[in-house]
């Protein structure tokens, strides 16, 4: 590694941290955060971190049940590298410090969700795992990270290929430019794009429509999952309802006290998600109200006190067994195609955590195997990069743009409507035919945004990404794991092992099993 190197990275999130921990050893780490270090999914997590720690758990249960979650829609060398080295990042925190729950004898406290054929999650906090999560890499990170907050990347820089730096901008206007060996997108993924959401409102798919601007390679965007269980108060979602609840006991109920999961599924209440949050819909597609009854669940206040506050400030009493739940999107699948290292179709451009696509996932994410992630393949992408000969990048002048006319935006609370309706839980082709027509000339906007206020940016990278969801979801005509459609069921052969990839504006459907293998070296971008 040669002295002198820089990285950047934007996003702060747990892989976003992870990353410059072990990053910064070597070189100078600039992180960059559109909002605070401590407001992202990460550290608003209630669930756990799924990791194999201890017998009779093992490496193999935990990959079967990561790949039957995922519809067998992944790259088993990745899931791989998920469970064996995402236990040993855990095993390094825990000697580190790190406060997760014990049992009275000193054990480890590990938990049961959805689709684990294991108790294997660990949490910290009861259902504040993200936060001490995320507290204990900030105590950990070396003086060589900087972070700067409250400041929106808007361009990545590509020149001949390559990826040199980005430009960013502050609320008041102001823009900066970075030049650095090393651009990583951690930005998390695009659940703010739905009405119904367990996402902060800061997460809008920057970091994929970063990337796409730019050429680079997006894949599976038509996997959203949504979480079946959603606090749900006067027409409105209020925050997520961990899956944890559940494996400690829950069961969901219709407004009449009948169980909708009993005989659905051999996992009942602990299906993988997006049965279970398909279920819900056709109950409240009935007319029916959902709950979570707790009502088995003793000394709930101290189990989940997170979940029993946010009750409580939105008017619902934990004390009477039951909470009134509905789904809503929680974490995008697809993303900025990269392989287990980060390593993207551009040179010197990276994507880590939620932003990514690396094959890990599949068609449906096991349940705590984010958090897992964001600390496997953080660490992962910086020793790839520490231990590679990198050339400098090149620092050649840019031809300048000409400026980009604002193109017309949809009203944000219209735009999320429009994706729960059309690219919501179920989809089909007319709604989402209407919704990416409505979306494709906002996504192709070239030129120079950087004279646009931010909040238009932000907007434009909302509505580029939703584009790219629902044509994505317009494309696959089947249904598998997230991606249900109305008018197409089934499972489809045809589309098994089958990838729909943006790279360069053209979309492609790529198919094999050499697919994740080499993530590409070169693209042109459509923009420059």
């Known amino acids: ?56 758990d093992t490496y193999d249960a935990h990959m079967r049940d990561t ?38 004898d000193g054990t480890l406290s590990l938990g049961l969700e959805g689709a684990h054929s294991m108790n294997r999650i660990i949490h910290a906090g009861g259902d504040a795992t993200g936060k001490w999560t995320v507290e204990h890499l900030i105590s950990l990170l070396p003086p060589q990270v900087s972070i700067r907050e409250h400041e929106m990347a808007f361009q990545l820089i590509v020149k001949d290929g390559t990826c040199t730096g980005v430009k960013t901008k502050q609320a008041g206007g102001q823009v900066f430019e970075y030049e650095a060996d090393h651009i990583v997108l951690a930005t ?36 959203m999952q949504f979480h079946p269980t959603l606090l749900y108060v006067n027409g409105a979602t209020k925050g ?79 004390k009477k067994g039951r909470i009134p739940v509905a789904p ?16 993207t179709s551009i040179e010197g451009l990276y994507a880590i955590g939620e932003t990514a696509c690396t094959g890990v996932h599949g068609a449906n994410r096991l349940a705590s195997n984010s958090l897992l992630e964001g600390l496997a393949f953080g660490k992962r992408f910086a020793h790839a990069v520490v231990h590679a000969d990198h050339a400098a990048p090149k620092k050649e002048s840019r031809t300048l743009l000409a400026a980009a006319p604002i193109p017309p935006l949809f009203e944000r ?25 409505c979306l494709w000339q906002p996504a192709q906007t070239k030129g120079d945004i950087s004279g646009w206020p931010a909040e238009k940016i932000e907007s ?11 044509a994505s979801a317009l494309a696959r005509t089947e249904s598998r794991g997230a991606h249900i459609r ?41 923009f420059y």
């Open 67 to 104: 790949l039957v979650a995922g519809e067998f829609h992944q790259n088993a060398g990745t899931v791989k590298n998920l469970v064996v080295e995402g236990a040993a990042a855990v095993e390094e925190l825990l000697k580190k410090g790190l406060p997760a729950d014990r049992q009275k």
């Open 240 to 318: 997520l309802i961990s899956e944890a609840v559940r494996g400690a006991g829950a069961v969901l109920v219709d407004q009449d006290g009948r169980r909708i999961m009993a005989g659905v599924h051999p996992l009942e209440d602990l299906a993988p998600r997006h049965v279970t949050a398909f279920e819900l819909y056709k109950a409240r597609a009935k007319g029916s109200e959902v709950y979570l009854d707790i009502s088995m669940i003793n000394e709930f206040d101290q189990t989940f006190p997170t979940i029993a506050r946010l009750c409580r400030e939105n008017g619902i009493e934990v």
């Open 413 to 437: 609370k219209e735009l999320k409507a429009m994706m729960m309706e059309s690219a919501g839980i179920i989809r089909s082709k007319e709604t989402l035919q209407a919704l990416a027509d």
């Open 188 to 223: 998390g993924g695009a659940g703010s794009l739905y009405s119904f959401t367990s996402n902060q409102e800061t997460i809008t798919g920057d970091g994929i429509a970063l990337a796409y601007r730019a050429g680079a390679a997006i894949t599976d965007m038509e996997f």
């Open 486 to 526: 109305a008018d197409y069921p089934l499972k489809q052969d045809q589309w098994e092992q089958t990838w729909i990839t943006f790279e360069k504006g053209q979309m492609t459907k790529r198919s094999g099993d050499d697919e994740w293998t080499e993530a590409g070296r070169s693209a042109e971008s459509l």
């Open 1 to 56: 590694m040669k002295n002198g190197s820089r990285a950047v990275i934007i996003g702060s999130g747990i892989a976003a941290l992870q990353a410059a921990r072990h990053l910064a050893v070597h070189m100078n780490v600039i992180v960059i955060t559109k909002a605070s270090v401590r407001q992202s999914n990460s550290y608003m997590a209630q669930g756990g971190v799924a990791a194999v720690v201890s017998p009779p």
């Open 328 to 343: 809503g999107s929680h974490f995008l699948m697809g993303g900025v195609k990269a392989d287990s290292c980060g390593r």
């Open 460 to 470: 434009l990278f909302m509505h580029t990404t939703a584009y790219l969801m629902a």
